[in-house]
């Protein structure tokens, strides 16, 4: 039996993340902020478990790792979904709310961190021995034509960069980390469905999977940073 772990799955790509991984025969957990999706209980009655965690709060990333581990023996592939995107226009000549920042970063930085750092003892465990961390374009410091989305594009390169830092290590016991940019996703990040997006969450999810499960990449001594469809970006 395989084991997987995915965040966000309140809607959106999450929740295709975990619908996908259910048809390819995972056991999966997936964990929600908020809404928790009961029609994946129905479509795969005994092969998901519905949590609700917080991947911005100590606490409640210490009481899903005890609720997963009850659940589960191992994990063989953990998805750090969950994120936030916070203001985006303001311009470094406008009023920006660092309130605002630290949330962000706090959630799609350090929250990914504080999910990997308490599941990796059953990662280890498994035999995949996988992470992925949804990244984005817009934590590539090499490529950034920005002029605001502080938090975000801030909290992203800072994604990346505790990404590599686990692959350093996790590397050495066979494991091995990717750093995943979704594409443009239509979603409800902005607080409304963005129609402006190029791709639906269906088709990221299984580009992601693909890449991710059916790529031919080996444990290699960098991680990889790519978008859906395997492309590899510049960090």
Same mark, same amino acid.
């Not at 048809?23 to 009655?45: F, Q, S, V, W």
């Not at 410091?141 to 590599?164: H, L, P, V």
């Given at each position: 039996?395989?084991?997987?772990?995915?965040?966000?799955?309140?809607?959106?790509?999450?929740?295709?993340?975990?619908?996908?991984?259910?048809?390819?025969?995972?056991?999966?957990?997936?964990?929600?902020?908020?809404?928790?999706?009961?029609?994946?209980?129905?479509?795969?009655?005994?092969?998901?478990?519905?949590?609700?965690?917080?991947?911005?709060?100590?606490?409640?990333?210490?009481?899903?790792?005890?609720?997963?581990?009850?659940?589960?023996?191992?994990?063989?592939?953990?998805?750090?979904?969950?994120?936030?995107?916070?203001?985006?226009?303001?311009?470094?000549?406008?009023?920006?709310?660092?309130?605002?920042?630290?949330?962000?970063?706090?959630?799609?930085?350090? &929250?990914?961190?504080? /999910?990997?750092?308490?599941? !990796?003892? %059953?990662?280890?465990? #498994?035999? $995949?021995?996988?992470?992925?961390?949804?990244?984005?374009?817009?934590?590539?410091?090499?490529?950034?034509?920005?002029?605001?989305?502080?938090?975000?594009?801030?909290?992203?390169?800072?994604?990346?960069?505790?990404?590599?830092?686990?692959?350093?290590?996790?590397?050495?016991?066979?494991?091995?980390?990717?750093?995943?940019?979704?594409?443009?996703?239509?979603?409800?990040?902005?607080?409304?469905?963005?129609?402006?997006?190029?791709?639906?969450?269906?088709?990221?999810?299984?580009?992601?999977?693909?890449?991710?499960?059916? &790529?031919?990449?080996? /444990?290699?001594?960098?991680? !990889?940073? %790519?978008?859906?469809? #395997?492309? $590899?970006?510049?960090?």
């Amino acid at each position: 039996m395989k084991y997987a772990m995915v965040t966000g799955c309140d809607h959106g790509l999450g929740l295709h993340l975990a619908r996908e991984l259910l048809k390819r025969g995972y056991h999966t957990i997936a964990c929600c902020l908020r809404d928790l999706p009961g029609e994946l209980e129905e479509e795969h009655p005994g092969s998901v478990h519905l949590l609700r965690l917080d991947i911005g709060s100590d606490e409640s990333v210490k009481r899903t790792r005890d609720s997963v581990g009850r659940i589960v023996p191992k994990l063989d592939l953990l998805i750090n979904n969950a994120g936030i995107l916070g203001e985006m226009e303001a311009g470094p000549d406008e009023p920006l709310d660092f309130e605002m920042m630290q949330r962000v970063i706090n959630v799609n930085a350090l &929250g990914t961190l504080r /999910v990997t750092a308490a599941m !990796l003892p %059953l990662l280890r465990l #498994g035999a $995949e021995k996988t992470i992925v961390n949804i990244s984005s374009e817009a934590g590539s410091i090499q490529d950034c034509e920005r002029t605001g989305w502080f938090g975000y594009c801030m909290s992203k390169a800072a994604n990346n960069m505790q990404g590599a830092l686990i692959h350093n290590a996790f590397r050495l016991e066979g494991g091995r980390v990717y750093q995943i940019h979704p594409g443009h996703v239509s979603t409800y990040m902005r607080g409304h469905l963005d129609t402006t997006a190029k791709i639906t969450p269906a088709e990221s999810a299984a580009g992601i999977l693909k890449t991710v499960l059916d &790529g031919s990449y080996a /444990v290699s001594e960098r991680p !990889l940073y %790519l978008d859906y469809a #395997g492309k $590899e970006l510049h960090w």
